[in-house]
């Protein structure tokens, strides 16, 4: 039974925070927007230098072979 009980306390947890955050993120970046926008900017041009950095070093080193047409019949 206290597995029954820990288990609704979780789901519980996380509607409860789930209905803050819908309640509280809108309001904050109306008020912060300028702010968080080039916040924004500025994580999504150092993620596609990372990505690139991780594509170069990576997966650009994983061999592919050769890819099969598909049987049309």
Do not use: C, N
Request: glycine share 2%; no cysteine; charged share 30%.
């Amino acid at each position: 039974m206290s597995v029954y009980f820990e288990l609704m306390m979780w789901i519980f947890i996380v509607f409860q925070t789930a209905f803050v955050l819908l309640h509280t993120v809108p309001v904050f970046y109306e008020k912060y927007e300028d702010q968080i926008d080039a916040f924004g900017e500025k994580a999504m041009i150092e993620i596609k230098k990372q990505y690139a950095v991780f594509d170069a070093k990576v997966l650009s080193k994983i061999p592919r072979g050769p890819l099969k047409d598909k049987k049309r019949d």
